[in-house]
């Protein structure tokens, strides 16, 4: 199973971020796709999820300002992030439950003016 995230950066606080994942040695389609993230000493928080079937769902922190989809064509998970604030900073990752939870190295995001 490879995860490989990418699309951080550094943005202003109320700015957007759109980041990818791309999924490899596993049926992509066949499983739930995770966003989760670690922000400066704190613990693992979970994100959001895309079921197979489209539906998602969020964190209350983020209801509103973020979007999780996917693409079975492409095995690629995203998370559109808007009205970014402070407190979203933290390194993402893409995950599944396959056996345990798997994630792949993160993308790091960073808010602050």
């Known amino acids: 199973v490879q995860l490989q995230a990418s699309g951080g950066g550094l943005v202003q606080p109320g700015g957007s971020l759109r980041l990818s994942c791309a999924a490899s040695g596993f049926c992509f389609s066949a499983y739930w796709m995770y966003w989760i993230r670690q922000a400066p000493g704190k613990d693992l928080e979970w994100v959001s999820t895309v079921y197979t079937g489209g539906d998602t769902a969020y964190t209350d922190s983020v209801k509103g300002r973020f979007t999780i989809s996917r693409d079975n064509a492409k095995d690629t998970v995203y998370l559109q992030m808007n009205s970014l604030k402070p407190e979203d900073t933290a390194l993402y990752y893409c995950?599944?439950?396959?056996?345990?939870?798997?994630r792949g190295q993160g993308t790091l995001v960073t808010v602050s003016s």
């Open positions: 995950a599944i439950d396959k056996g345990g939870t798997i």
